[in-house]
């Protein structure tokens, strides 16, 4: 039995050590936000928190991060960048067929929180390792700026 603290909940999961975080956090937790992609840690739909930098949980085992912040899509509405950032994907009108969605917006949310005024090379590059199929990138780099204003005005 491992114990874990996901979305400030103590909580624990019978598992293996070396299984990815994402199935546990999936099949175990039910916490269906975080995708499944690749398995490789390669496209970003898996992306969570670990003590507030994004990793892929596809690649990431659940020994390595107990005792440590896990923080997945359904909790980042409690926080200001997460709240920015959904509204500012709703504005722009980001989703096309949504499945990269919560990954994309998990890696803007570590980017915000640690760099509150992004420019284009920055968000390109906290945004590099997430892919979307549908090619919105336009509309995320908009986005992302618009939750940094949001973000800069609010204090």
Known sequence: MLKLNVNGKAVSVD??????????????LQLTGTKFGCGMALCGACTVHVDGVAVRSCSTP??????KR????????????????QAAWVAHDVPQCG?????????????????????????DTAMS???CRC????????????????????G
């Open 70 to 85: 896990v923080t997945t899509i359904e909790a980042l509405a409690a926080t200001p960048a997460g709240k920015a950032l």
């Open 135 to 154: 090619g919105t990138y336009n509309h995320i780099r908009a986005a992302i700026k618009t939750a940094a204003v949001t973000l800069h005005k609010a």
């Open 129 to 131: 390792g997430n892919v």
């Open 62 to 67: 659940l020994a390595s991060v107990a005792g």
């Open 99 to 123: 499945y990269c969605q919560s990954g994309q917006i998990m890696s803007a949310c570590a980017m915000l929180t640690k760099n509150k005024q992004p420019s284009d090379a920055d968000i």
């Open 15 to 28: 598992a293996e050590p070396d299984m990815p975080l994402l199935w546990a956090l999936r099949e175990d």
